[in-house]
């Protein structure tokens, strides 16, 4: 995975909380990568390719550092605990559909997905409207680097959550 693909643009000041991690693989989170809550555990994990989605996952928020799991033992994560309304900033999952504002402008209120192609965490801003997108586009970024600024749905986290597990 790659470290630092989604960024945290506001709050500045954000909590961080320590979470345990599952036994498995070597250091399965990297900092900047999305960690959900594992339904029915006490564990977290790295969340999936098409994720926030709205009344199936539990987003707990972005790593703020690698796991200490490895394959023989469980391990522990620093996560930025997200509750809703919070901006992260990532890459279009193709740069040419957010490399102008006109473009990243047209997206704005769209609700959008991460993608995780080849290890790395984008936007799928291409996919269009996904009513159950966890993120809403907030029609900003930074068109020098393709990148599109999202909010945070509060019914995508885990503080938020209304799903009955």
Partial sequence: MATGDILIVEPKNISVQTFQVAAGAASTIQPGEPVVATPGTATVALAADATPSVGTDYLIGIAANDSTDTA????????????????????????????????????????????????????????GHAIAGGLIATGEGEPENSRVYVRVRAAATLVGSDIAA
Wanted: hydrophobic share 55%.
């Fill in 72 to 127: 023989a033992a469980a391990g522990t994560v620093d996560v930025y605990v997200l509750r809703g309304g919070e901006v992260l900033s990532l890459k279009s999952k193709l740069a040419a559909s957010a490399d102008t504002l006109a473009e990243i402008k047209a997206i704005a209120n769209d609700f959008l997905l991460m993608d995780l192609t080849s290890e790395v965490w984008t936007l799928d801003v291409a996919a």
